[in-house]
């Protein structure tokens, strides 16, 4: 079996081609499919802004800063890219919400939201951070608002730029790309399809 770049799938000797799908991912991860790109801006000076969407409320300046870090800056705009570190942030909820007040609530579901979409859906390198970006795109959790996203089709597009990257880097050890995703599609269509299922 191998990954060819140019056609996003993988070739099985004396079988079939395969790949993953939009479908897979609404399956596996439940993801929309539909709805407005997930595109945005990732260049944020205010990091303050940025705490209200996902700190609790009153975090220390000290505590939004170690939390929201510098990753690169776009040397063409001359803007600071800066990401969030979802341990930090992990460790900031900790105890949980704590209270019944929606604000808190809704600051707290933001940010296991976002540890979910760094960890699994769009993963970098540093395995403990995601871009800013995605903060935004997250600024009404109601589902009303947050499933306008295409999710699955920007999941998808990471697992395919991550399989492209690892087959043309050679076997590079760090590409960021939602394995689970393909870990859990390997298994549902190789095993159960061929019936080695238990």
């Not at 000290?62 to 930090?88: I, M, P, S, Y």
């Not at 947050?146 to 089709?153: L, P």
Request: glycine share 8%; with cysteine.
């Amino acid at each position: 079996m191998f990954w060819r770049p140019e056609t996003h799938t993988f070739h099985f000797p004396r079988v079939v081609e395969m790949t993953v799908t939009l479908e897979d991912v609404a399956f596996i991860f439940g993801l929309p499919t539909t709805g407005r790109p997930v595109t945005g801006r990732t260049d944020y000076d205010d990091v303050q802004k940025l705490a209200d969407f996902a700190l609790p409320r009153d975090t220390p300046m000290e505590d939004v800063l170690d939390c929201f870090r510098e990753r690169a800056t776009d040397r063409r705009a001359g803007r600071k890219l800066h990401a969030v570190q979802f341990g930090k942030l992990r460790d900031m909820w900790a105890q949980g919400p704590g209270s019944e007040d929606a604000d808190r609530i809704d600051r707290y579901t933001r940010a296991l939201v976002l540890e979910l979409m760094g960890c699994e859906m769009f993963p970098d390198t540093t395995g403990d951070s995601v871009p800013c970006f995605y903060l935004e795109l997250l600024r009404d959790v109601h589902a009303s608002d947050s499933v306008r996203y295409n999710w699955g089709a920007a999941t998808l597009a990471m697992l395919y730029r991550g399989l492209d990257l690892a087959v043309l880097a050679n076997g590079a050890q760090k590409v960021p790309a939602p394995w689970l995703l393909l870990q859990l599609w390997s298994y549902t269509r190789l095993l159960l399809c061929n019936g080695r299922h238990g």
